[in-house]
């Protein structure tokens, strides 16, 4: 059986390891010290590493986990990747055979230019492209980039569990109520989102059925949603994609 963990890293961080109780394999590992923890006290062999984009917070433990256990780095090409082995490739999968199981390279750019996410059915690694009720801001790409990265992540099934890197999703929520405050399901995951966090739990991973009901983000053709757009922007909006950029820019600026 296969199970994924995350591991809390920095102030809001999560890097998800995966295990099958011998071998392990982990994403996104901006820190070395919780993976190293885990292993030692799970007696887990660490076999991959896998990296979305080369920011610090999800690369910073890649080097030194990567000397240690000798196992292959996967990244995104163009990027500054420490230590990667191969590239992460969207023409072909990412195997990992000690977990007997293989991931399909999503190529998901915008919150940086090669940023990609790992998927397999029922699993998403989506690093910081979609987050609970958010998505990642511009640091290097373009609306339309995320737009359509969002778009591609949005067609996978219903069922996808959508693992995301940081806990973000109670901020994501207060926001997305200025957008849709007579979303039910909306207010529904806040209440649930609540109690997690008073429990000690993380929101996340979520499901992509979830995020389409709730995620302003993958919502840009909803009425309601292009209307709060329109009237915040103060201007007609000429499409989805400028859609998607007024509630990105009104974000950027928002503060609970």
């Not at 923890?37 to 991959?48: E, K, Q, R, S």
């Not at 591609?152 to 996808?160: I, K, Q, S, V």
């Not at 039910?184 to 989102?193: D, F, K, N, S, W």
């Not at 008073?198 to 993958?218: D, I």
Request: charged share 20%; proline share 7%; net charge negative.
């Amino acid at each position: 059986m296969l199970h994924v963990i995350p591991l809390p890293a920095f102030q809001d961080n999560y890097i998800w390891l995966l295990h099958d109780g011998r071998s392990a394999a982990v994403v996104d590992p901006g820190d070395a010290t919780p993976v190293m923890d885990f292993l030692g006290a799970h007696d887990l062999a660490l076999t991959a590493i896998l990296v979305t984009h080369h920011h610090h917070d999800h690369v910073g433990g890649v080097a030194l986990l990567a000397r240690r256990f000798s196992v292959p780095v996967y990244g995104p090409g163009g990027e500054p990747i420490p230590g990667r082995t191969d590239v992460a490739d969207p023409r072909q999968p990412v195997d990992l055979p000690h977990l007997g199981i293989a991931f399909q390279v999503l190529a998901v750019p915008g919150h940086t230019r090669g940023h990609v996410a790992y998927y397999r059915p029922k699993l998403l690694f989506c690093g910081d492209t979609l987050f609970g009720c958010g998505c990642g801001r511009l640091f290097e790409g373009s609306a339309e980039q995320m737009h359509a990265s969002l778009a591609r992540l949005a067609a996978l099934p219903d069922d996808t569990g959508v693992y995301c890197a940081h806990e973000y999703t109670l901020a994501n929520i207060r926001f997305a109520l200025q957008v849709e405050a007579d979303n039910a399901a909306l207010h529904a995951r806040e209440q649930e989102a609540r109690a997690r966090r008073a429990q000690g739990s993380p929101t996340v991973p979520s499901t992509l059925a979830l995020e389409r009901r709730t995620n302003p983000f993958l919502r840009v053709t909803e009425p309601a949603v292009r209307a709060a757009a329109e009237a915040h922007a103060g201007h007609p909006l000429a499409d989805a994609v400028a859609v998607f950029a007024a509630l990105r820019a009104w974000k950027d600026r928002f503060r609970a």
